[in-house]
Nanobody, 118 residues
Framework: QVQLVESGGGLVQPGGSLRLSCAAS????????MRWYRQAPGKERELVAS????????NYADSVKGRFTISRDNAKKMVYLQMNSLKPEDTALYYC???????????WGQGTQVTVSS
């Protein structure tokens, strides 16, 4: 069983920064495609960023390119999302996700709330 635990959310002013963390059980980050999603009230969940298990290839939603950076630390079994130049429209519940390569099964964390407001 894979467990993901997010942390690092909070209230920040527009233009500010936050770093989200995702702690994975076992060696999930070594073999799974790791992703960050977000869901704002009344909206569908959207993919924000992803990082592959090999070569750490990253991809980002157009809305966050140049502002967000996804990374991972295999030794610590952690995945991070550095968020800079935050905007009110970034307000959402952010979820860590792990995609199992063999089965396609998706594991989810419980989410961490990010609120961007003055």
């Amino acid at each position: 069983q894979v467990q993901l635990v997010e942390s690092g959310g909070g209230l920040v002013q527009p233009g500010g920064s936050l770093r989200l963390s995702c702690a994975a059980s076992r060696d999930t980050v070594l073999t799974h495609l790791m992703r960050w999603y977000r869901q704002a009230p009344g909206k569908e969940r959207e993919l924000v960023a992803s990082i592959t298990s090999t070569n750490a290839i990253t991809n980002y939603a157009d809305s966050v390119k140049g502002r967000f950076t996804i990374s991972r630390d295999n030794a610590k079994k952690m995945v991070y999302l550095q968020m800079n130049s935050l905007k009110p429209e970034d307000t959402a519940l952010y979820y860590c996700n792990a995609l199992a390569p063999a089965t396609g099964y998706r594991y989810w964390g419980q989410g961490t709330q990010v609120t961007v407001s003055s």
